[in-house]
């Protein structure tokens, strides 16, 4: 059942908003949108050519990055991403095991994938997801190991997957409050996340980041809580745009953000704030002065990044995704279940990044010429991989 737009019925509907009236727009991409110019890309690719084999596709954009639902299980059922009940998980079988995945992973940093992201699902409830990190990082040609996680197990895993060679960890968190984190999450546990980010912490890890997606009347009067982490750790702290990727369309139900909002009410808190770097997606990217850390905001639904986007997405069900919008899957699983060798997987590879479309409106409009609007191959973000 689809929740409709912008009427009663959310799970978060209670809270009102500090803001005025905002809703995400039909389409996901609305129109006047920025293309990032695509320069870095290509002199990137130039390098990565003359060094070999790489993965790129017809518009000059080349593919370094891989990100790997291990799972499409979750021990939490966030609001936007799962339904509370009545969850159609694959059957286990169809799931990629532990050693196909490194053999992916084998194949993809030969065409020159440097960097793996795991995800999921929540990928701390992997049983092997240690090996995996492990696994990755040791693997010839990747330079740094990245995993996406809920927090909620990270306390006492944090240490093993340091040491398998863990480079960064996103931590999704989307409220400081504890009653707020059961009714978006559906479950308790905020404690064992902040007791993981400590941890975390204590260990060093050259990248931790908190991912918030910001939605409107929820947690957007939260701002000031989660900037004053900043104040003495070195972490970002990323404020995300909702996208339209669960089955109840909850991003159609008034909770949407913008990042062009949520800017001016950060600028107007500290309009001290100094521009800082950050990565290709982290569009608007701040440091309060005397703050060890910083707070980036990512329009993942009113701007285009599609112009520098170097993802591959590897579903848990071994499907190649060039696009988060993009419907079209190119499978793996059963080719390496049925005795294909490297260079046949390296071929599905280029082939499915080879085939990419301009951006994410192209590939979106083409799985709703598909399917309708609200159809879609993927119930959930948890399927393909966040
Ligand atoms: N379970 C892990 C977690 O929550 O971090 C990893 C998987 S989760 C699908 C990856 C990221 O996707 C999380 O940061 C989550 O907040 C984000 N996400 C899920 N559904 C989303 C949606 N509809 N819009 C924006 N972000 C979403
Ligand atoms: Fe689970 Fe992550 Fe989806 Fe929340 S966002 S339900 S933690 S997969």
Redesign the pocket.
């Known amino acids: 059942m689809h929740v409709k737009a912008e009427t009663g019925g959310s799970p978060l509907q209670e809270e009102t908003s500090a803001w005025g009236r905002e809703s995400a727009a039909e389409s996901a991409f609305p129109a006047g949108l920025e293309q990032t110019p695509q320069e870095d890309h290509r002199r990137r690719a130039v390098a990565l050519q003359s060094t070999g084999s790489v993965l790129q596709d017809r518009f000059g954009r080349v593919f370094d990055y891989l990100r790997i639902a291990v799972t499409d299980r979750?021990n939490?059922r966030?609001v936007?991403?799962m339904p509370e009940e009545g969850v159609n998980f694959a059957a286990h079988e169809t799931l990629l095991r532990t050693e196909e995945i490194l053999r992916l992973i084998g194949v993809a940093s030969q065409l020159g994938v440097r960097k793996i992201r795991f995800?999921?699902?929540?990928?701390l409830v992997h049983k092997d997801i240690v090996a995996l990190v492990g696994g990755a990082a040791q693997t010839p040609g990747i330079q740094t190991v990245h995993l996406?996680?809920?927090g909620v197990f990270l306390r006492g895993l944090a240490g093993s997957l340091r040491r398998a060679g863990l480079y960064g960890l996103?931590?999704?968190l989307?409220t400081l409050h504890a009653e707020r984190f059961q009714k978006c999450t559906r479950r308790a546990g905020i404690e064992a996340v902040l007791a993981g980010l400590d941890e975390a912490l204590e260990l060093d890890f050259p990248s931790v980041k908190i991912?918030v997606?910001a939605l409107r009347g929820f947690n957007d009067d939260e701002l000031r809580g989660f900037a004053a982490l900043t104040q003495r750790a070195p972490i970002t702290v990323r404020f995300?745009?909702?996208?339209?990727?669960?089955a109840h369309q909850?991003?159609r139900s008034g909770h949407f953000a913008s990042t062009q909002t949520l800017v001016k009410l950060f600028r107007e808190l500290y309009p001290n704030c100094e521009v800082a770097e950050g990565s290709a997606t982290e569009h608007r990217i701040f440091q309060i002065p005397g703050h060890a850390g910083r707070v980036a905001f990512i329009p993942?639904y009113t701007r285009s990044l599609c112009g520098s986007c170097t993802r591959i997405r590897l579903t848990a069900d071994g499907q190649i995704r060039n696009c988060l919008y993009s419907e079209k899957e190119y499978g793996l699983r059963d080719l390496l279940r049925n005795g294909g060798s490297d260079d046949e997987v390296a071929r599905v590879l280029r082939q499915a990044m080879w085939e990419k479309l301009e951006d994410g409106r192209t590939a979106q409009r083409q799985a709703w010429e598909r399917r309708g609007k609200n159809g879609s191959a993927r119930e959930s973000?948890?399927q393909i991989?966040?």
């Open positions: 979750c939490l966030c936007y991403c995800t999921g699902g929540e990928p996406t996680t809920n996103n931590i999704s989307d991912n997606v995300i745009e909702l996208m339209p990727f669960d909850i991003w993942s973000m948890t991989g966040g």
